[in-house]
């Protein structure tokens, strides 16, 4: 859970609407995966130009890992969900 303590504060820190940031944290068999939902309008700012900021997120949270797999995605609510 601290993961997506620490992911849902970087993330807070980035996009317009904070109040609408969600972190799902799911157990699988290649390890966590913490999905990040915001506002359709702050898609954009978490991804970043060229997925940079998305990329600089993925990198702090396999540091504060350390050595666990967490796989960190950005989920579109635009999107219908699969499944």
Request: aromatic share 0%; proline share 4%.
């Amino acid at each position: 859970m601290v993961l997506a303590d620490a992911l849902a504060h970087l993330v807070k820190g980035v996009v317009d609407h904070p109040d609408e940031v969600r972190i799902n944290q799911r157990a699988g068999n290649r390890g966590e995966t913490l999905e990040i939902r915001v506002h359709p309008e702050d898609l954009g700012r978490v991804i970043g130009r060229s997925g940079r900021t998305a990329q600089a997120l993925r990198t702090v949270i396999a540091a504060l890992a350390t050595g666990d797999r967490v796989r960190v995605d950005i989920v579109d609510t635009d999107a219908p969900e699969a499944g």
